[in-house]
């Protein structure tokens, strides 16, 4: 059945990949971005492919700019079937080198830009008692790792906070919430990581740029031959595979490497759906 798919941060990698392949599937697209100007990207990848993608502004910062875009697709269509949070943006600091302002901005952008855009969708969906809302997290959100802890901070976020609304809304609203978790995606964002870096002060000659400099030149390594990082294409079949499923799951690694990586984190509860259900009895008793 085509879907009214409504996709953020899709100037660029997986947004734009993610907004072609749901056309592709007959669905109806509104891809979204912070500045309409980037739209070059996405409107060359929706021409090659054969598709029409809708597009419209909206800044996962910025309530009034989410909120226009959603009332713009619910007048155009009367409904928004699925929500993907694809906007995120990375950060590499330890806590003693973050500034305040960084910490806040890599939570808003991460976590609340989640939590704004969701909360636009979900009382459409209540009201029609059906709806999927989508993450892209990371198998960040999981699993802590070096010089990525407050970027890891806000992903865990975005688990407890889907999570916790699978507890009840799902089972009274009918409505769907599930966590997309990649490894590494071969795009625009690890540049773009290393790009936050130097403009927020470059590799600090302190304690911590030996460490900082073995994990960079691991992540460089990692990139060039390894099976952690996929293509933008291969994760965004696997939210597809996510947005087309008729009971999709609470969370899903989208490769082989991200499965082993979380494996001991994961293997009792892959999908998530255990604990869910373990929650509902606890606190509802249904």
Sequence with gaps: ????VLVTGTSSGLGVSVSVQAAKSGHTVYATMRNLAKQKVIKAAASEAGVEVHLLELDVQKSDTIERAVASVIER???????????????????????????????????????????????????????????ISSVGGLVGQPFNEIYCGAKFAVEGYFEAMASYISPSFGINFSIVEPGGISSE????????????????????????????????NRQAGSDIYQTADEVAEVVMRCVESDDPPIRVRTSEWGEQFCALKTDLDPDGKKMQAQVIEQFLGE
């Design 77 to 135: 269509e009367g409904r928004i079937d699925t929500m993907i949070n694809n906007a995120g943006a990375g950060f590499v600091r330890s806590t003693e080198q973050a500034s305040e302002e960084d910490m806040q901005w890599v939570m808003d952008v991460n976590f609340m830009g989640v939590v704004r855009c969701t909360k636009a969708v979900i009382g459409h969906m209540r009201r029609k008692r059906s709806g999927h809302v989508i993450a």
């Design 1 to 4: 059945m085509s879907k009214v």
């Design 189 to 220: 964002f690890a540049a773009n990581v290393m790009k936050q870096v130097e403009e927020t002060g470059g590799m600090l000659d302190d304690e911590y740029l030996p460490i900082l400099q073995k994990y960079i030149d691991g992540a460089q």
